[in-house]
């Protein structure tokens, strides 16, 4: 089962619009992971938060974490036409050494 | 720096022969990975190397499946027999440690008739 699950699934949205994703987790978590997805190409790192962290930014990228919650949120501003992606969260399973990654939003951002 | 090396990038093959996948990590990075990502589906970990040792193959096909990591650099992943549902990318990366940042290469597209 998978411990991430991205919402929604795919979003479409206007270039400059501000993107909202959105990952629930089940167990608690040592860190979480935001990771990019270009059509064909390997994933790339994006953010890093840990547990005791309840905001990061990176750029035009904003994380946040509710561990309370299980959740956590991406924020791209003011999208570009190169941000077009799958964006995947991932975690560690109560501790463990690996990282589960979700499914995936797949965003579109529109010319 | 150079990032993690992948061959081939591309393998079209029929059921039931045997393919093998090479990974070249990021030079000190301990921990290596190999992934199955399924069109429209996000990473499965296959197996996680610390050094050259196993760390987790949990969902390891072992039937068909094997890896190895040699010297605790470069590693091999080999699937014999393949099935039509080992269609997919394999993702190979590596991390300095486990839980930490992983970086991946650009993956093999297997594709089995």
Redesign the interface.
């Known amino acids: 089962s ?1 411990q991430g699950e991205e919402d929604p699934q795919a979003l479409s949205i206007q270039e400059g619009e501000n993107a909202t994703m959105n990952c629930s987790y089940k167990t608690s978590i ?2 979480l ?1 935001w ?1 990019r997805q270009n059509s ?6 994006l953010i ?1 938060i840990r547990s005791n962290e309840r905001e990061k930014h990176s750029g035009r990228l904003r994380v946040t974490l509710d561990t309370s919650k299980k959740s956590s949120s991406l924020l791209i501003t003011a999208s570009r036409a190169a941000d077009t992606a799958s964006y ?1 969260c991932a975690t ?1 399973v109560g501790g ?9 939003t797949r965003l579109t951002i529109n010319p | 720096e150079a990032g ?1 090396a992948q061959s081939p990038r591309y393998k079209i093959i029929e059921k039931r022969q045997s393919v093998a996948f090479w990974c070249n990590p990021i030079s000190g990075h301990a921990t290596l ?1 190999w ?1 199955q990502q399924i069109l ?6 296959l197996i ?1 190397f ?1 050094n050259n040792g196993v ?2 193959d949990s969902q390891l096909p072992k039937d068909r499946f094997s890896a190895e990591r040699l010297k605790g650099v470069d590693s091999t992943l080999k699937i014999q027999p393949a099935k039509l549902e080992d269609s997919a990318v394999y ?1 190979c ?1 590596s991390s300095l440690e ?10 093999t ?1 297997l594709l089995v008739l």
């Open positions: 998978q040592n860190n992971q990771y064909g190409r390997g994933l790339v790192h890093l995947f560690d463990a050494q690996k990282l589960v990654f979700g499914q995936g | 993690v990975y992934y429209g589906q996000g990473p499965k970990l996680q610390q760390v987790d993702l990366a486990a839980q930490e940042t992983q970086y991946f290469g650009p993956g597209r």
